[in-house]
């Protein structure tokens, strides 16, 4: 059983900073590689950052490289998504998920999504 619950988003800026939040209810989150995607109006998912189990390695889509930030705690079964130097075209609803590497990229490992929660970015 998989339950997520983002939490975080908000108005802000361009140039600010929100921190993101992923509440994991998992019977696998110590074995699941973790990732945040977003998806803004009229566009497609896609992913953002993705984090190993046991952090082992992160990786991130070259728009948020630099700016983005992923981390986990897995005592307490959060994923985290720190964003700094946000831009307008960073505006979307943000998603957590459990993920598989798929080529390049990554993708929802059990197929289900959360409520996620709006960031909205203004020039």
């Known amino acids: 059983q998989v339950r997520l619950a983002e939490s975080g988003g908000g108005w802000v800026q361009a140039g600010g900073s929100l921190r993101l939040s992923c509440d994991a209810s998992?019977?696998?989150?110590?074995?699941?590689?973790m990732a945040w995607f977003r998806q803004a109006p009229g566009k497609e998912r896609e992913w953002v950052a993705a984090i190993t189990r046991r952090t082992i390695l992160k990786s991130y889509a070259d728009f948020v490289m630099g700016r983005f930030t992923i981390s986990r705690d897995d005592t307490a079964s959060t994923l985290s998504l720190q964003m700094n130097s946000l831009k307008p075209e960073d505006t979307a609803i943000y998603y957590c998920?459990?993920?598989?590497?798929?080529?390049?990229?990554?993708?929802?490992?059990?197929?289900?999504w959360g409520q996620g929660t709006q960031v909205t970015v203004s020039a």
């Open positions: 998920a459990p993920v598989r590497k798929y080529g390049t990229t990554w993708i929802n490992k059990y197929g289900y």
């Open positions: 998992t019977s696998t989150w110590r074995v699941d590689d």
